[in-house]
């Protein structure tokens, strides 16, 4: 089985920085699209970050300027890092990402458990 596991969260003040990681573990023949995804108390999962397995990333407009995602192919992992970070990015993160657990397997859909991000003074 895959699964993904997150680091990274924590407790920070308005205009700090933290590094959120992803590892995926398990039976896997290929990573395709790796993404971060977050979700405030009373608010719907939204998309903060993508980036598919040719290096092209996609940022929702809050963050742009502010948040890289990255990928080290041959660690199957993915990190977000976040700078200058406001109260409102608080939530809780989660990875997710496409993956084929071998060659003639059906391409499915994973995610992480999530980790807390809090910024507040």
């Known amino acids: 089985q895959v699964q993904l596991v997150e680091s990274g969260g924590g407790l920070v003040q308005p205009g700090g920085s933290l590094r959120l990681s992803c590892a995926a573990s398990?039976?896997?023949?290929?990573?395709?699209?790796m993404n971060w995804y977050r979700q405030a108390p009373g608010t719907q999962r939204d998309m903060v970050a993508a980036?598919?397995?040719?290096?092209?990333?996609n940022y929702q407009d809050s963050v742009k300027g502010r948040f890289t995602i990255s990928r080290d192919n041959a660690k199957n992992t993915v990190y977000l890092q976040m700078n200058s970070l406001k109260p409102e990015d608080t939530a809780v993160y989660y990875c997710?990402?496409?993956?084929?657990?071998?060659?003639?397997?059906?391409?499915?859909?994973?995610w992480g458990q999530g980790t807390q991000v809090t910024v507040s003074t």
């Open positions: 980036i598919d397995s040719g290096g092209s990333t």
């Open positions: 997710n990402a496409d993956i084929r657990t071998s060659p003639l397997a059906n391409l499915m859909n994973y």
């Open positions: 398990g039976s896997i023949a290929r990573i395709y699209g």
